[in-house]
């Protein structure tokens, strides 16, 4: 039986009804063009392209059907390499593995012991030879941190519900009676989160097999620093924080509940303890919510340069903006948020687009597994600015499982046609996604023209141009009105770079965008992608459907 997981923001599935508009971006802006700062800092992780994993659908090494960190390893060289100079891996910069503690459940995000690998995916030393091997490579390795709750199987919980006298009585939250409390995330939720053990009741705001852990109690706090030392010394370079928002309770309610000022004073203590222990290691908030309330999770540039306290946080509100524009070929609401971030986010801190990730239904089934759709997703992300998250098998396409639950949308990776699809010689744990014979890594790494030869080549793009990976953002499409292009300019130091997509389905002629610069060099084009012209002070370009465009101004 699944666990329930959190029921946030869904996906916006209505299309958009616009009238038909000019093929033409190039109207004035009546208002401030929006500009986003470059991230401030050069650490790795306010630029780096990182690779979501969840190990037990990856590759299997022993034939058991389930993945795990051996055979993570032997498909580094697919991710990374580790040499410029080829052209046939990923080339992303970090991986951010999914719960890989010691559990009772599929997922991992009801730990039993945070210093044990789960047998299913090895021991520490193979952990410890992930991270060696990823270092060689040149990439990162984030592992997920689940420190809102633990497994009621934990020893603390079990130590903690014997006794009122338990020396961990507070390590849990404890109440004589039912406080009626909702879960914080849905108004009008009926879903409890106290529950009844041994004559008392404990909280537990995603589901009984989960308590919460008490971060008022200050050993568990310096309990929770040691663990994350003790990680960062296997090789770990950070990590991602489940359920961010609901750390400490103050009371019942929205505001009791989530965002409270106790859990932003906790992980500006974690932060600054993490620091100390490896300055250059990330924390990645997973704060579910609006852009003004994420916002207010990097903490105080004024002490620390991109905050003090999570280094990035996913942008959820984007990331549901750039499925739209996918979908529709629409990008007016992407302008928006972008606008709003401007207004929200402290300056130079750095954001953490992506697309989709393990809490939602996959990308390729989201958009219907329409061909062009998919390529304007992975361009909108890859050229904007911050950190990017891809998720494993977003970059072939690959699409949901069948059923209802969470497994769907984190079914085996497909290699080739084999008989395990070059996962496992084995029965996989669950099946694989539909298509799963046609959409593997086989059929598209020497194929030009293929999603996954797209998302390299646009990651390579990234890389070979200081703007495009750590420049800011002015935005040259208007944020009033339908907008089939978004047009926008990178900039760092002396380099810009003038970013072009095409959202409609049809060719049409983008600009002029009054742009410093005498001639411009390509750093990536679609095919049937026109030169860029400057005519009268303004540059045009003409793209067929679903194009883009990046260009090195001069």
């Not at 959190?6 to 109207?27: E, I």
């Not at 539909?434 to 797209?454: F, K």
Request: glycine letters at 10%.
């Amino acid at each position: 039986m699944p666990l329930p997981r959190p029921l946030r923001f869904l996906p916006a599935l209505t299309l958009l009804a616009c009238a038909p508009q000019p093929p033409s971006t190039g109207t004035p802006q009546a208002r401030p063009p929006v500009e986003l700062a470059a991230p401030a800092g050069d650490e790795w992780y306010r630029h780096a392209v990182f690779y979501e994993i969840f190990v037990r659908s990856f590759q299997d090494s022993n034939g058991d059907g389930k993945g795990d960190l051996p055979g993570l390893i032997s498909r580094l060289d697919y991710l990374n390499d580790g040499d410029p100079s080829t052209t046939t891996d990923l080339g992303v910069d970090a991986l951010w593995l999914m719960p890989v503690f010691d559990s009772p459940s599929y997922h991992g995000y009801d730990v039993v012991d945070y210093e044990r690998i789960h047998p299913d995916y090895g021991t520490v030393e193979d952990f410890e030879r992930l991270c060696a091997e990823a270092h060689r490579r040149g990439m990162r390795v984030i592992l997920d941190l689940v420190l809102n709750h633990s497994s009621s199987q934990h020893p603390w919980f079990v130590e903690s519900a014997s006794s009122r006298t338990s020396a961990k009585r507070d390590w849990y939250q404890w109440n004589d009676t039912d406080p009626g409390w909702r879960q914080p995330w849905d108004l009008f939720s009926k879903g409890a989160t106290w529950y009844e053990r041994n004559g008392a009741y404990y909280y537990g705001v995603f589901w009984s097999g989960m308590p919460d852990l008490n971060l008022k109690t200050p050993a568990v706090r310096e309990e929770v620093k040691r663990i994350a030392s003790f990680w960062l010394g296997k090789g770990a370079d950070g990590f991602r924080l489940d359920a961010a928002r609901y750390l400490i309770e103050t009371g019942g309610g929205l505001s009791g509940q989530a965002d409270t000022p106790e859990t932003h004073a906790f992980w500006k203590e974690l932060a600054a303890h993490v620091r100390s222990v490896k300055p250059d290691a990330v924390l990645v908030g997973e704060n579910w919510t609006t852009t003004p309330l994420i916002a207010t999770y990097y903490g105080s540039t004024a002490r620390v340069p991109g905050g003090d306290e999570l280094a990035l946080n996913f942008n959820f509100p984007l990331a549901e903006e750039l499925l739209e524009a996918a979908r529709t070929g629409d990008a007016a609401d992407v302008t928006v948020k972008l606008a709003e971030m401007r207004s929200h986010y402290p300056a130079g801190v750095a954001d953490a687009p992506f697309l989709t990730n393990h809490d939602q239904v996959r990308v390729a089934t989201q958009l219907g597994g329409k061909a062009g759709s998919l390529v304007t997703a992975a361009s909108l992300l890859l050229t904007l600015p911050g950190s990017p998250f891809l998720y494993y098998g977003e970059e072939l396409g690959m699409a949901n499982g069948t059923t209802h639950n969470d497994e769907a949308k984190r079914t085996p990776m497909a290699w080739d046609t084999s008989a395990g699809a070059g996962f496992t010689t084995g029965t996989p744990w669950f099946s694989f996604s539909p298509g799963a014979e046609h959409t593997h890594v086989a059929a598209q790494v020497n194929t030009p023209g293929s999603l996954l030869s797209r998302y390299r080549e646009l990651i390579r793009a990234r890389h070979a141009s200081p703007a495009l990976e750590r420049g800011g953002l002015k935005l040259l499409t208007p944020t009033q009105g339908r907008a089939p292009t978004l047009a926008f300019l990178r900039t760092v130091g002396d380099e810009r770079v003038l970013v072009v997509h095409n959202l409609a389905d049809a060719a049409l002629t983008a600009g002029p965008f009054e742009l410093e610069g005498d001639s411009s060099e390509v750093l990536f084009a679609d095919p049937s992608v026109g030169s860029l012209l400057r005519n009268g002070g303004g540059w045009s370009v003409t793209l067929p459907g679903r194009a883009t465009g990046i260009w090195r101004l001069r």
